[in-house]
């Protein structure tokens, strides 16, 4: 071999080099009878000390395993001929060290060479690469040699990992977990020749590395501006988060991005495993013919010497192989002599008649199972012969009674038909050869056995499902539940059972209901089968560890998992792990729908609690529901949690005694505190939770009556009549849903009727309590709240129409009336001695005659609810005492069309009543029902009834009608009915007997300014304006001063009312503004603060008629919102305050009437 040429296998930082040169220190003596003389000192091209000595490589361990054995006498004889110096070589020395693993003698031996500037090489390729420290599972050829052990190479540490060098196959994506231990060296030898043999081969991709290469293609994709393909990218990669690089699980710092890697692939430095050590300097033609001549000799022998020891070395092993053959054969012979003496079945000798030619593939050592190694029809271990011809017979494994794994079925042998041809078989195995199939891969290992026991299906899944998932579209993941639930129920490795338990829960990354849905059922399934333990030590971690993930989607599926596995878990952890889980998700939570999950899952802990500890926390819980901001966190809490927990507080005896009595408390409590401002938000909450407690109340009371004993379900049940109770808000409010059937319930209702008619409630204690104690406080709390509260009177009406629809007909009419008639107290005899009475004036009236006398609609409940609305309003009209009472009465009632008739027929009732008083009271009660009754029946009743009035005898009457006739102008577009009530209201203003009617105009003016902006144009445009200005006119001659601030306060209200509406450019110059100017006039002088504003809007309006002049003014414009602008209206409401002029002047400025 030539001086010049380099073995290009010569690897500078490999094991096989250190092997060879590692004796040295050995062998190397100074010796003249080497055959040559070493150089001189004073030899220019001597070598130096630590020159490294001349060696040759044949081959790499890497690709020829023997060579392993080769001893490495050859190469240091070959390196004592090279040497001829007195000292050891430092790389000698390095060698040794690196031989013998003493690695950190070695590494102090390299920072001593880096500190006196001589840097080695073979040390710096050693250190520099992390593949050397890597955990091996094979014993290194040093080890082997010294009887190391398997121990010998250091343990890899993190700190140093590359992406080139880093194993992926040793290292899951959780971090450093140790691979599987049973891959064979041997495969991994295969895998390495195969590779160096062909380098175009690709290994498959390992999970770091792919994790790696995701996160610069998505850094790419972005920084390129494909951001709809970086967010589809991102989405089928929902196990990474490409935001932070350290969770791809490399412990290095980030790589170059995508291009600068392209742009650095071809000039990048080469490996170190590429490299040679080469001398430069001197011309070969500048050497002595006796060293060129020395060189020669001494390359030849070396040559020789390597060949001689390979040439004994494959001696030795095809000894050694036909050893091995020998022993197999034998054994061989011993399993068919043993098959012998096992008689075998008349099935079996039908399928196999040639058992002594029937090969046995060999048992597999892997997973401790039995596996059908398909293999073996292509790739036998052991070549077929003369004697043993290839049949292909797989045995059937459960045959032997002491393979604990073996529990399928048992299967007959499987024989299959041989051609009868002579071909030889090394010919067959070469032609069979073509059939292309690879087991060196990973799946290719996983396809070529088959599993023969459910241990062994279990171990397979349990390696595959890590692999299968990542690759399985987003949209179909749900698919795979039942596979990997399957795989988690059965398989024996705890490790395994976690990691596709965590995969079931991040198997999509935003789930819909629909894939929840399938995680949830499996989640039931897997605990029904693993039983309540796996189920608190497997599932609840997985929940716990998403309780706080950062999608919605997957908190959703925890809250909904904790109530799914709620029957499934010990009883302690349900009642303290889930529910603090819970309780902590329902206070924290952001999101709408997981609080509503969180809620609907507690309902569940409460179904299934047993700890009567719990029930403080239970009850505070509900409080806090019933306060959330969303609604259906709200609904959910009234159609599930309350009637469970009301359940379990029934099974406890709490409910009469404890959680209603609590919840009346806190209402009792709120009504002190809110004398001045009622928060009418709590007392909803706590008024709707009394409500949803109403079907568990009647439970009680019907399952703990003095008739439960004689129930019998035997026989004809008539049905329950359809609107015997009100619609249930969700099944578990419905009475039949609670005492457990339709039938049940309606014997039970037969005997609860009967014995409220006939035996009465003697001996009822939980009857009695509602009796005694419930109604009295509800009805005293009734009379503390303020009536002028619609939404207090709404809520509590509901409230006991649901009480009495609830307790039936016979409970209403026996019970509740008559406690409310004992307060209300209404006869004609005592109307004078009512004067000032103030339940009448609470809100008692109006929750009395819509929450219980209008439970139901019969001819005798009607005529009941028409009589205690006329005695009202005849007792308040007489009485002189306010109407707000019978006010919030019409407007609860005339909310409702079907009381429309029933209250025309009460207001007729007032007007031909003989007193004036009541007949103005019933005309001012048409002012509230006329927005909500249709137009035929305002034509047909209201409008002759109010004519009616305005024709009474008594002035009061007639101007009570006036704010009626303007609602009707204000809500009804019939032109007649309007002509007609325009007519009566024209009469009113130019009739002379109205001439000095100062309440009149008073109460005219002051409907102008209601209804006027929202009233017909016409009517506003014809009749409101220049009537106003007729008043305003009127108001400047008026003698008393009282009656004109009276008159021009009014109109003032009116004229800034009315300001908001479009003004057509005659009307503003002949009415509006002539108007403004009149009563501006009476301003000067009895209020000059309200003379300023009106000189702005006076002004504007003449700019408004001067701009429409010149130019059309676009669309209609508030002169009010640019007349009283902001400035303007500080200045005169703090000029209000400082009003100096006499208070009986100016008491009502700005007041409205009510």
Sequence with gaps: ????????????????????????????????????????????????????????????????????????????????????????????????????????????????????????????????????????????PACKDQGLGPGGPLNRAGSISTLDSLDFARYSDDGNRESDERVAESDTQERNKNYSSHPETQEPIRPLEKRALNFLVNEYL????????????????????????????????????????????????????????????????????????????????????????????????????????????????????????????????????????????????????????????????????????????????????????????????????????????????????????????????????????????????????????????????????????????????????????????????????????????????????????????????????????????????????????????????????????????????????????????????????????????????????????????????????????????????????????????????????????LDEHKLHMFLSALQSLIPPLFSVVIQNAPFTHRVNLQGDIPPIEVTRFPRPASPLQDIATIVGSRETLSALLILYDYQLEHEGTTGWDSLLWVVNQLLPQLIDIVGRINVASTTCVHEFSRFFWRLCRTFGKIFTNTKVKPQFQEILRLSEENVDALTGNGILTKATVPIYATGVLTCYNQDEDRKLLVGFLEDVMTTLSLSHAPLDSLKASFVELGANPVYHELLLTVLWYGVVHTSALVRCTAARMFELLVKGVNETLVAQRVVPALITLSSDPEISVRISTIPAFGTIMETVTQKELLERVKMQLASFLEDPQYQDQHSLHMEIIRTFGRVGPNAEPRFRDEFVLPHLHKLALGNNVQATESKRIDIATQLFEAYSALSCCFISEELMVNHFLPGLRCLRTDMEQLSPEHEVILSSMIKEGEIKVENRGIGQAEGSVSIAASLVGEDAKTKFLSKMGQLTTSGAMLANVFQRKK
């Design 1 to 140: 071999m030539a001086a010049g040429n380099v073995n290009p296998f010569n690897l500078s930082d490999s094991e096989d080099e250190a092997d060879q040169r590692a004796e040295d220190d050995v062998h190397i003596e100074k010796n003249s009878s080497v055959g040559t003389q070493g150089p001189s000192s004073n030899n220019p091209f001597s070598p130096q000390a630590d020159a490294e000595p001349p060696a040759l490589l044949v081959s790499s361990t890497r690709t020829s395993p023997s060579v392993e054995g080769i001893s490495v006498s050859v190469a240091a004889a070959a390196m004592t001929v090279a040497l001829a110096e007195t000292r050891v070589s430092v790389d000698v020395i390095a060698a040794q060290l690196i031989r013998d693993h003493y690695i950190l003698t070695a590494l102090e031996f390299h920072t001593e060479l880096l500190e006196s500037g001589r840097e080695l090489p073979r040390l710096r390729d050693y250190f520099s690469n992390p593949g050397n420290f890597e955990r091996q599972t094979g014993t290194p």
């Design 222 to 677: 972005l920084k390129n501006e494909y951001k709809l393909s970086a967010i589809t990218f991102s989405d089928e990669n929902d196990d990474q988060d490409f935001e932070l690089w350290d969770d791809v699980g490399l412990n290095i710092p980030k790589p170059p991005d995508l291009l600068q890697i392209y742009r650095n692939c071809g000039s990048s430095l080469p490996s170190p495993r590429n490299t040679v050590d080469v001398a430069v300097g001197v011309e070969s033609g500048e050497l002595t013919g006796n060293y060129i001549t020395q060189k020669s000799d001494l390359l030849q022998q070396q040559q020789t010497e390597v060949v001689e020891e390979l040439e004994y070395q494959i001696s030795l092993l095809n000894e050694e192989k036909q050893s091995l053959a020998d022993y197999i054969k034998k054994l061989q012979s011993e399993i068919q002599s043993l098959r012998r003496t096992v008689s075998p079945t008349p099935h079996d000798q039908g399928l196999q008649p040639n058992p002594p030619f029937s090969s046995t593939p060999p048992q597999p050592p892997l997973d401790n199972g039995q596996y059908l190694d398909v293999r073996g029809a292509s790739e036998p271990d052991n070549p077929p012969t003369e004697s043993n011809p290839p049949t292909q017979t797989i045995s059937n494994p459960t045959h032997i009674s002491s393979q604990p794994h073996a529990k399928l079925k048992s299967r007959g042998t499987v024989v299959f038909d041989q051609p009868n041809r002579k071909l030889s078989p090394a010919f067959q195995q070469a032609l069979l050869s073509f059939c292309k199939m690879s087991a060196d891969s990973r799946l290719g290992a996983e396809v070529s056995r088959i599993a023969d026991n459910e241990e062994s299906v279990m171990l397979m899944l349990g390696r595959c499902l890590p692999h299968i998932v990542p690759n399985v579209l987003l949209a179909k993941r749900e698919e795979l539940i039942p596979l990997i639930l399957c795989t988690a129920c059965l398989h024996p490795e705890p490790k395994e059972r976690d990691q596709l338990l965590h995969i079931l829960f991040n198997l999509i990354k935003r789930p819909d209901d629909e894939q929840r849905q399938m995680i949830l059922t499996g989640c039931v399934a897997f605990a029904r089968h693993v039983g309540p333990t796996r189920v608190e030590a497997e599932l609840l971690p997985q929940c716990w560890e998403q309780i706080n993930h950062k999608y919605p989607e997957r908190r959703l599926l925890v809250a909904e998992a904790c109530g799914a596995l709620a029957p499934y878990l010990p009883k302690e952890i349900r009642s303290s792990l889930v529910l603090s889980m819970l309780q902590q998700m329902l206070a924290e939570d952001k999101a709408d729908m997981v609080r509503e999950a969180v809620v609907k899952s507690l309902a569940i802990i409460m179904g299934y609690i047993d700890d009567p500890d719990k029930y403080s926390q239970g009850f505070e819980l509900m409080l806090l529901s019933l306060g959330d901001p969303s609604e259906r966190v709200v609904s959910a809490i009234h159609q599930v949690f309350i009637p469970a927990f009301a359940a379990w507080t029934t099974e406890l005896g709490n409910l009469q005694t404890t959680l209603i009595p609590s919840l009346l408390a806190r209402i009792e409590k709120l009504l002190k505190q809110g004398e001045h401002g």
